[in-house]
């Protein structure tokens, strides 16, 4: 993947979580696990990137 397809996915991924983030709030969210596997998601792509 380039550094752009990795931004972009980078930038899917941080909606993807905010998204989340407020529907576990309104208690919405069933899988509070799919939270964490986003920031983890977040990580690697940001650990390539700082490569």
Do not use: Y
């Amino acid at each position: 993947m380039t550094p752009s397809d990795l931004h972009l996915l980078l930038n899917e991924q941080k909606e993807e979580l905010r998204k989340m983030r407020f529907k576990a709030g309104q208690r919405q969210l069933k899988d509070i696990r799919k939270i964490r596997v986003t920031k983890i998601a977040i990580a690697q792509i940001l650990g390539i990137l700082s490569n």
